[in-house]
C-alpha cells in the first residue's frame, strides 16, 4: 500500500482560547490546554497586552495592511528596525525577516541548495527544510548526533557540507546537538532552526540553544515570541544569496508593519523573562519525572515533551479519552511523524500549576495503561 494512504482522517474542531491554560469547544466544554506553542503565555501578560494596545492605538490605518511584495513596498522601517535588533543581540553581520517559520526555513534551505553544497540534514529537520531542499543535488538524511552514520554519509574530503538540523524537534522535544568531528569545522555551513527554542531558552531568550555555534540561525515568533513571523541572521554573504534565491521571501505578501511594531514593543518584555524561562523548563521536569516508574516512553529534555503512544491507543481515541478528562492534547501521526512513531506534545507555560503538570501525566499513564 502506498505510504500516502496510511495518512489517518482528523478532525479539527474549532476551539476558543479563554485564558492562558484553558481552551473552550463548541459544546462549551472547559478543557485544560497542554499542548500549545504559547510557551511563555506572553498574549496573557499585562505588560505584553498594554503594549500590543498602544501600538495599535497609536499607528496609521494604513499599517494594518498589506503594502504589496518585498521590493514594492515590504522594507518597511519597523521591519528593519526589528532585523536590526535581533542582528546586534545575536551577534552576526545580517538579518532577514520572513513572514513565518516555515517560510524562513524553506527559504533557507531552497536558497543553500542552489550554492553548490553537499547536503546533510537531521531526520528530525522540520517539514519546511525538506520541502525547500527538494530543489537541490541529492541530500543526505542521517542523525546527525551519530557520529558514525554521519561519517559514513559525508565521505568526500574536498566539498563543503551544508548542514541543516533542530536545535529542538518540536513535537518531540528531542535536543539535536550535531556530532560532526569527523569533518572540519572549515567544511561545515551550520544552519540551526531555532522556532521552538528562541525565546523560550537561555537568560534572555536569544542566547544559542546548545552547545554548537552554527552559521545561520532561524528564528521562529509564533512560539515562545508569542506572535508571527522569523528571522533569519548570519553573515552578509549568506543573508544577500537568500535574498537573491528564497521564493517565500521574493514572492509571498508581506506582514503588516503592524507585526513588526508589535515585536518591536514586545522585544523588551521577552528578553526580561529569564524567571518565567527556568518555570517552563522546571515544569518540563516535573511532567517527565512522573513516567519514571512507567514503561511509557517520554522524550525531551526542555520545556516540550513527546509522549510515545505506540501501538497502545489510536490516536483520536487516545485524544478523546483525554477530552473527556477535561484535558485538549494532539497527537502528531504519520506523516507528521514516521510511521509507528505517533507522538503527543505536551507544554506548559508559566500560567500552569504543579498540580495541573501533575494531573495531566496521570491521567496519562491512567489512559494508556488501561
Not at 500500500?1 to 491554560?21: N, V, Y
Not at 499585562?46 to 499599517?63: F, G, K, M, Q, T
Not at 511532567?287 to 491507543?313: D, T
Request: one cysteine or more; hydrophobic letters at 40%; charged letters at 20%.
Amino acid at each position: 500500500m502506498h505510504s500516502s494512504a496510511r495518512w489517518q482522517e482528523r478532525t479539527f474542531a474549532p476551539l476558543r482560547q479563554i485564558s492562558a491554560t484553558q481552551v473552550e469547544d463548541l459544546s462549551g466544554r472547559m478543557l485544560l490546554q497542554c499542548c500549545g506553542t504559547q510557551y511563555l503565555g506572553l498574549l496573557w501578560r499585562d505588560d505584553a497586552r498594554s503594549a500590543i494596545r498602544e501600538c495599535v492605538l497609536d499607528l496609521d490605518p494604513i499599517n494594518f495592511g498589506s503594502l504589496g511584495s518585498q521590493y514594492i513596498g515590504g522594507t518597511h522601517p519597523s521591519r528593519l528596525s526589528f532585523e536590526e535588533t535581533l542582528r546586534s543581540a545575536c551577534g552576526q553581520e545580517a538579518c532577514l525577516a520572513f513572514n513565518s517559520g516555515w517560510a524562513a526555513c524553506y527559504g533557507v534551505a531552497e536558497a543553500i541548495s542552489r550554492m553548490g553544497f553537499q547536503v546533510l540534514s537531521d531526520i528530525r529537520s522540520h517539514n519546511s527544510t525538506i520541502r525547500g531542499l527538494r530543489k537541490s543535488t541529492p541530500v543526505a538524511v542521517s542523525d546527525i548526533t551519530n557520529r558514525d552514520a554521519t561519517h559514513r554519509i559525508v565521505n568526500d574530503e574536498e566539498s563543503k557540507v551544508a548542514v541543516f538540523y533542530p536545535a529542538l524537534e518540536g513535537i518531540s522535544g528531542e535536543v539535536v546537538c550535531p556530532s560532526l568531528s569527523s569533518i572540519p569545522r572549515k567544511r561545515l555551513l551550520l544552519i540551526q532552526d531555532e522556532c521552538h527554542t528562541f525565546g523560550a531558552c537561555g537568560v534572555h531568550g536569544y542566547e544559542l540553544p546548545i552547545d554548537v555555534r552554527p552559521d545561520i540561525r532561524i528564528l521562529g515568533l509564533s512560539k515562545a515570541y508569542g506572535t508571527v513571523g522569523a528571522a533569519v541572521v548570519g553573515s552578509s554573504e549568506i543573508i544577500n544569496a537568500i535574498i537573491a534565491h528564497a521564493s517565500p521571501w521574493i514572492f509571498s505578501t508581506p506582514l503588516p508593519p503592524i507585526v513588526w511594531q508589535v515585536n518591536n514593543a514586545l522585544w523588551p518584555i521577552v528578553t526580561a523573562m529569564q524567571a518565567e524561562r527556568e518555570r517552563i523548563q522546571a515544569l518540563g521536569d516535573r511532567f517527565r519525572s512522573r513516567f519514571r516508574a512507567s514503561e511509557i516512553v517520554v522524550l525531551g529534555e526542555r520545556h516540550v515533551s513527546g509522549v510515545r503512544i505506540g501501538k497502545r491507543a489510536r490516536p483520536a481515541q487516545f485524544e478523546d479519552l483525554l477530552q473527556r478528562s477535561g484535558i485538549f492534547l494532539r497527537v502528531s501521526s504519520f506523516p507528521t511523524m514516521p510511521l509507528g512513531l505517533d507522538t503527543a506534545r505536551v507544554v506548559f507555560n508559566p500560567f500552569h500549576t504543579e498540580d495541573n503538570v501533575d494531573f495531566v501525566a496521570d491521567t496519562i499513564i491512567s489512559t494508556l495503561h488501561s
